[in-house]
């Protein structure tokens, strides 16, 4: 009789990867582009995702992630508390910012003041967990410079709050130990984040803004990109609205087509597009 003992050691993997398939996730990109990728070097990735010109996929394990984060965060905020911290517009009632007409969005995860040495300053709040070998990064850089894209995030957040100091938390998730930093306001930088976030969303041809690096897909940072073929094996965009000569950015975030004057569409729409659907030049090679 075969030991239940061998069965579970042989198929351990096979749990495992049984679960992650279950649990994956293959989706459109959120209708709008977010602040904290603003930070981003590529344009044109930013401009890919804003388009839906390729699936955001994800398996069990990433998914778990994001619900370690999440609860993370909770932690975190008891944590402040504990120590004499009133925060708020924290988790379920995240305050958003808007930009660009609605096309450009963020939320913060929550303000805080009697911040320990700072007790009469308001600041924003943005809470991270991060692995033991970015953290010790971070620790030894700081936020600026180690993580760009959550520097810009806090800048643009604080620019909309009107706030001059902002708090960086960020727990490591081999010890749960911590490290802080208070960030400083930067509305120039935000100001231009904002125009960049203009130039990606008005913009109908990925070819307005250049590659990064050498230009080819060999460069480092190009190697794991979402939209490597996109960018430079010519492959074919997803069919969306998004990505045909005649939809038309719209107000308050929406999108509408020009074959029916402009008429509004749903997200649902854009996603299923049309037998009229023409793909944007810049995707025919």
């Given at each position: 009789?075969?030991?239940l003992t061998d069965y579970f050691e042989n198929n351990?993997?096979?749990?495992?990867?049984?679960?992650?398939e279950e649990n994956s996730v293959k989706q459109l990109p959120r209708p709008y582009l977010g602040m904290s990728q603003l930070g981003g070097e590529c344009w044109r990735?930013?401009?890919?995702y804003f388009r839906w010109c390729e699936y955001s996929s994800y398996d069990g394990r990433v998914g778990r992630i994001f619900q370690t984060g999440h609860s993370a965060e909770e932690t975190m905020i008891k944590d402040l508390e504990s120590i004499g911290v009133e925060c708020w517009d924290t988790l379920d009632a995240q305050e958003a910012f808007i930009a660009v007409n609605g096309h450009c969005q963020g939320?913060?995860?929550g303000a805080a003041r009697n911040i320990p040495g700072a007790e009469k300053t308001d600041h924003l709040l943005e809470f991270k967990t991060s692995s033991d070998k970015y953290f010790k990064t971070v620790v030894k850089k700081g936020?600026?410079?180690?993580?760009?894209?959550h520097y810009a995030q806090m800048v643009l957040y604080m620019y909309f709050k009107k706030f001059t100091r902002g708090l960086y938390m960020v727990m490591n998730k081999n010890d749960s130990s911590y490290y802080t930093e208070r960030v400083h306001a930067d509305n120039t930088y935000a100001k231009d984040l904002i125009r960049k976030a203009e130039a990606i969303i008005t913009s109908e041809d990925v070819d307005d803004f250049p590659k990064i690096g050498s230009g080819l897909p060999s460069f480092y940072k190009c190697t794991f990109c979402d939209y490597k073929d996109l960018c430079h094996n010519d492959a074919d965009p997803v069919v969306t609205c998004r990505t045909c000569t005649s939809v038309s950015l719209l107000d308050e975030g929406r999108w509408g087509c020009?074959?029916?004057?402009?008429?509004p569409l749903t997200k649902e729409e854009q996603a299923e597009a049309c037998p009229n659907y023409n793909k944007f030049e810049c995707f025919n090679g």
């Open positions: 009789m075969a030991s351990k993997a096979t749990i495992a990867n049984l679960i992650d990735q930013l401009w890919y939320h913060g995860d936020v600026m410079e180690e993580k760009p894209t020009g074959l029916q004057k402009d008429k």
